[in-house]
Structures are given as structure tokens and as C-alpha cells.
């Protein structure tokens, strides 16, 4: 896949304290504070997976790609267009309504400590993380493509018959006679937590302490089922340093409602002229009309999914009314505290629509006019169906993998890199 779009999502902060130039692009300084805020957040596990030097020299490449693609963009005023600025638009505006909320208002506003530790406390139970059980199964299917209920009832308690007291033998019977996928494991479904299993087999698998079995078949709409429990993890919840930006936002979400006085209206929601009034800030007198909203809600989330906001409860329609006038609040606050005008708003949001930019000329200038060849589908499964699409899939990609490769080599050799 694209390396410099691969490379954008791998993260965080692997150089030392001194902020120096680590690289140079065409005379511009590449320095080590801005690959710590582009690649913030890294999730631990791919450090430790792919390894912090091979990890940091990936990051930096793919800054230095980025760079010469927003030159080449530059030079052919790809970045002035006005299909680009158009779609750049709402990315910008839902970039800045996130980055207020997140970012910008918990540092000029912070919440204190004890503020947030209270929040915590009342809302303790919705940060509980349910226990998960790791089990295996024997599955004897039913239905189409399966047996019929009889047979296959005759065949699972034929097979419970075998368990030995201990359930020792559990793995060996499920990789004999389980028509499940997971048989290759023995039947070893990993963990599970709730409502990822249908409820019959969660319920009996719950139940279960570590070491026991079901020794009733289980049926569920996949047939018969024997249940062995291999181990359970307990509840627990999640410690406050992890959700205390959830608190925050919860925190900022609920003052700023409540002094702007954002009401949404019953009525107006569930009525089907476009003029009813669906919400209201009272504190600078706007009101919200339905044709008004659901302009809007197509604009932010597409037609498609705004239909289905249409067509779902009024409780799924109120939501999405809040969270607009909630987006309009923002808006004000915005402009009120002259945010646009920080200087880490402005850097924030020079990298993202650099980063968007550079996206949009590789998808439409370098990868759209791809097109695969005869030569290219030689070797692909006839009969069309998902391994032909599977083989098409990775010989477009195999191009664009080379057309985004001879990109970056003629760039290198048109601007200057040095790396520090």
C-alpha cells in the first residue's frame, strides 16, 4: 500500500528531548518535535512488534515523502484548486470542532482534579469492562447445509458420551467431530466477552466455571453445541488516567449546554414539515429548522447514513440534533476565544491538510488513471467470484505500490534531501 500514507499512521515520540533537524526537504527542516506531534499516540505493542529504530527510520521517511509530494503539489498548484478546497472544506471544519474539544478548551479551561475524580465516581459503573471467557466447542451444524435436528442431536450427545469425566479429551473429540472452522484449534474460540456469542452459548459459557463442560447439548441457531471453559477473566474497570479525557469532554460538553441553553425540541423532531423547529440555542437565539438540519446532517455524514437517521427512532434523531446545535456552540466558542489564531491550532491544522492534500493528489493525480492490463490478471482464478476479486484487488495494489515508488524516485532526484 501507499508507504507514505502506511507510514503517516505509525506514531509517537521516539527521539530524544533536543528539538534539532533531523532531516532537510528542499532547504526545509524536518524537526524532531514535529515527528513527535505527527506521530503521537503509538500504540505500544507496534513498538515493541516491529522494533523503535526500524520504526523510527520508517516515520521519518515517510515525513520526508510527504514533504516532497506537498512540493510537487505546489509546484503544479494542485493545492489551489477548487474541487480540492471544496472537499477540504468539512474535513477542516470537523478537524476544528475535534481539535476545540479535545485539545484546545481542556488546555485553556482545565478541569480540576478533584472535579474530574467526582465525575468518576458517579459514572463508575459505565467505565466497567465486562469479564471475558476463553472457551472451546464442538459444533454439530443444523439447518441449511447442515443436518437435521435429530441426527444431529443423536450425533453431539454420541460425542458428549466420549468425554472423559475430566474433559481432557475435549480438544482431541472437537478436532474429530466439530463443524466449526475452530476445530483446527481443538475448538478454541479464544476470549469472548458479551454479545459476541448468540445468547444461548454466552449464557452457558458464563455459567461455567474454569476446567468444566456443558454436559447437555446447547442448541443455538447454528445447531448443537458442547461448551468447555478454559479460563474467565473478572470484571474490571477502567482506571481514571485512561478515560479522564472522556471525563473532561463530558465535563465541557455539559457546561457549555447548559449556558447557551441548547433545548431540543420533541415536537418539531418528530413532525414531517421541513419548517418545524428541532432544537434551539437560546443564549444567541438560533433556531433550528428540520430542512436546515438535515441539509446539514447529509453534508456531515453523507445521504446514506443521514437516511438512516431519518428513518431510526426519535431518540437516535434527537441525538443527532444535540450534537449539531452542540457543533454551532462550538462554533461561537471558536470565535469567541480567537482559536484559529493559536499557534498550535495553526500548526496542528497546516500538517492535517498537508497530510489531507498530499492524499487527495496521490488518489486522484497518481493512483486514478490506474488500470489493470490483461498481463496483470494472467494467473487470476476464473469463475469470477471473492478470490478473483481478491487477486484484482492485489494486482491494482501492486501497481499503485510501483507507480507511488517511481514518484518518490523522481522527486528525490529533482529536490534536495539530506538527512541529519
Known amino acids: 500500500m501507499k508507504r507514505m500514507i502506511l507510514v503517516a499512521i505509525l506514531a509517537a515520540g521516539l527521539y530524544g528531548c533536543t528539538d534539532r533537524t533531523v532531516a532537510l526537504v528542499e532547504g526545509e527542516a524536518i524537526l524532531e518535535s514535529e515527528v513527535k506531534k505527527h506521530l503521537s499516540g503509538i500504540n505500544p505493542d507496534l513498538l515493541k512488534r516491529v522494533g523503535e529504530e ?37 474535513v477542516e471544519r470537523d478537524l476544528s470542532l475535534r ?12 478541569v480540576s482534579e478533584n472535579a474530574l475524580l467526582a465525575d468518576y465516581g458517579l459514572k463508575r459503573e459505565t467505565f466497567k469492562i465486562d469479564g471475558e471467557v476463553r472457551a472451546r466447542h464442538i459444533l454439530v451444524r443444523t439447518g441449511s447445509g447442515g443436518h437435521s435436528d435429530l441426527e444431529a442431536l443423536r450425533m453431539i450427545n454420541d460425542v458428549a458420551r466420549q468425554l472423559k469425566p475430566d474433559g481432557s ?81 463530558d465535563r465541557n460538553l455539559n457546561q457549555m449546554a447548559a449556558a447557551y441553553r441548547v433545548v431540543t425540541h420533541e415536537k418539531g423532531i418528530n413532525s414531517a414539515s421541513p419548517e418545524a423547529i428541532v432544537g434551539s440555542i437560546e443564549k444567541i437565539g438560533f433556531k433550528y429548522r428540520a430542512a436546515d438540519f438535515y441539509r446539514d446532517l447529509d453534508e456531515l455524514i453523507g445521504i446514506g447514513t443521514s437516511l438512516r437517521v431519518r428513518k431510526g427512532g426519535a ?42 492534500i498530499a492524499r487527495e ?54 529536490y534536495s534531501v539530506i538527512i541529519k
Open 54 to 90: 526500524k520504526l523510527k527510520q520508517s516515520m521519518l521517511e515517510g515525513m520526508i515523502e510527504q514533504r516532497l509530494v506537498l512540493l510537487k503539489v505546489r509546484d503544479e498548484k494542485f493545492d489551489t484548486r477548487a474541487d480540492v478546497l471544496k472537499r477540504w472544506a468539512p
Open 99 to 110: 481539535y476545540f474539544l479535545n485539545e484546545y478548551l481542556p488546555r485553556r479551561y482545565p
Open 169 to 249: 479429551n475435549f480438544g482431541e473429540l472437537a478436532r474429530e467431530h466439530s463443524e466449526c472452522p475452530s476445530s483446527a484449534d481443538d475448538g478454541d474460540l479464544g476470549f469472548f466477552g458479551r454479545d459476541r456469542m448468540v445468547k444461548p452459548f454466552e449464557e452457558a459459557a458464563y455459567a461455567l466455571a474454569p476446567g468444566k463442560f456443558t454436559r447437555q447439548p446447547i442448541r443455538t441457531m447454528h445447531g448443537y453445541h458442547l461448551i468447555m471453559v478454559e479460563e474467565k477473566r473478572d470484571d474490571e474497570y477502567a482506571p481514571f488516567e485512561q478515560v479522564r479525557p472522556e471525563l473532561e469532554r
Open 315 to 356: 431518540t437516535e434523531r434527537e441525538k443527532a440534533v444535540h450534537e449539531m446545535l452542540m457543533a454551532r456552540v462550538f462554533e461561537d466558542r471558536i470565535d469567541a476565544l480567537e482559536m484559529r489564531k493559536d499557534s498550535e491550532y495553526m500548526s496542528f491544522i497546516k500538517r492535517v491538510q498537508g497530510e489531507f
Open 361 to 414: 493528489y496521490l488518489e486522484k493525480v497518481v493512483f486514478g488513471p490506474i488500470a489493470l492490463a490483461p498481463a496483470d490478471l494472467a494467473g487470476m482464478p476464473g469463475g469470477g467470484g471473492a478470490e478473483a476479486a481478491a487477486f484484482r484487488e492485489r494486482a491494482l495494489e501492486e501497481k499503485k505500490n510501483s507507480a507511488y515508488g517511481r514518484l518518490i524516485e523522481e522527486l528525490k532526484s529533482r
